[in-house]
């Protein structure tokens, strides 16, 4: 069986690194099992994504088209 030989391929230049101010930031803190199964219960009648619908809760204003993904 012959080798076959990989050539490199030239790519543009990487884009630069987004600001630390536009990175999401972790949030975390620890319930009990009962207690979670009811916080993330009650945020599923919010919204499917956990970070919109406790933004929401909370209240917290969003930007226009912020999708959190």
Not at 26 to 48: A, H, K, M, N, Y
């Amino acid at each position: 069986m012959a080798k076959t030989r990989r050539t490199s391929t030239i790519h543009d230049d990487p884009a630069p690194a987004p600001s630390q101010d536009t990175l999401p930031h972790p949030v975390t803190f620890f319930l009990r099992d009962g207690e979670r199964r009811e916080v993330l219960s009650r945020l599923q009648r919010i919204s499917c994504n956990r970070t919109q619908a406790l933004l929401k809760a909370l209240g917290v204003p969003q930007p226009e088209g912020d999708a959190h993904e």
